[in-house]
């Protein structure tokens, strides 16, 4: 089966609020760059869709890996009773593994494979966190606690005198700013400095290639001292990853950043801040809430 099965342009996510990540522009270019030895499995219904893939020995699981891939949701309005039927579907396989699923699609999926005879487990293993944005930056900052908003406001002005004043600009496409992000990310420490690998840059340039897929870089005369990558779709933003300038550490370049994008997308009246997975305490003193992911097993009768 083919992606180009996927009625992307027509049919919106069954689970509100899911960026880019059920679409098929976002499965496509992971496909493409990341997901060598995935068989591709479109299941269709008349009222909507599900990207699978199978890589061997009978295990299906959602297209795009967890770490990559921060919602899965099926496409279009689906129901239990179409889900038991993806499970007769599926009866040649030996066993489903579908993750990051949010309640409203983690239900009824569950639901469908119990009718369907099977015993599904279904257990949280991720959230999201997610920050509701107020009708002001001013109501932002006032909705904070009076450490944190303090500790802000602190490490702002030491930004501002140690490295200079807060300009974030924004980039559209695979241009020299998304280049910048891949420079920033590589030269983080750690597991993250390694994480850009060859595969993985071209599958973010894909990405960026992509309507609503923006850099935003925090410059400065010397140049850009951080970065975050992330999906706008005119409503919410999703902030997907992230860079700054180790050698900049002490003036905070990473929360500045991700300061100056909050107070953006309050300005341009977002209704929401989505971190995306990971449950780093940053995000909760933001005043993020998490939205719980879940992942469904299941074992397939033999044939």
């Not at 639901?111 to 509701?132: I, K, N």
């Not at 690998?197 to 071209?202: D, K, N, P």
């Not at 929360?255 to 305490?281: C, N, P, R, S, W």
Request: contains cysteine; glycine residues 10%; hydrophobic residues 40%.
């Amino acid at each position: 089966m083919d992606l180009e099965e996927l009625r992307s342009d027509s049919q919106q996510p069954m689970a509100p609020k899911t960026g880019p990540f059920p679409q098929s522009a976002f499965l496509t270019a992971w496909h493409a760059e990341l997901g060598e030895g995935a068989q591709v499995l479109v299941a269709s219904w008349e009222s909507g869709q599900l990207a699978m893939m199978k890589r061997g020995d009978g295990l299906v699981e959602l297209l795009g890996e967890p770490d990559l891939s921060d919602y899965h949701s099926p496409l279009g309005e689906l129901t239990a009773a179409d889900f038991a039927m993806l499970a007769d579907d599926l009866s040649d396989q030996r066993r489903i593994l579908f993750d990051s699923l949010p309640a409203e699609v983690s239900r009824p999926i569950a639901t469908g494979l119990a009718d369907a005879g099977l015993a599904p487990a279904t257990s949280q293993h991720q959230s999201a966190l997610v920050l509701q944005l107020p009708a002001s930056v001013d109501d932002f900052y006032q909705g904070l606690g009076k450490k944190d908003r303090h500790e802000l406001r602190r490490k702002r002005r030491r930004y501002e005198d140690s490295i200079g004043k807060v300009v974030l600009r924004t980039h559209e496409g695979a241009d020299e700013g998304f280049d910048e992000f891949v420079r920033l990310h590589r030269l983080a420490t750690g597991a993250k400095g390694q994480f850009m690998t060859g595969a993985r840059e071209r599958f973010f340039r894909r990405l960026a290639a992509q309507p609503g897929w923006r850099t935003d870089l925090l410059e400065t005369p010397a140049g850009t001292s951080a970065c975050l990558f992330g999906y706008a779709d005119g409503r919410d933003y999703y902030l997907y990853n992230s860079g700054f300038d180790p050698a900049l550490a002490a003036g905070s370049p990473g929360l500045v950043v991700l300061m100056a994008m909050i107070e953006h997308a309050i300005e341009m009246g977002y209704e929401a801040f989505d971190f995306l997975k990971g449950d780093e305490d940053y995000k909760l003193r933001l005043g993020a809430v998490r939205r719980p992911l879940f992942v469904i097993e299941a074992e397939l009768p033999s044939p």
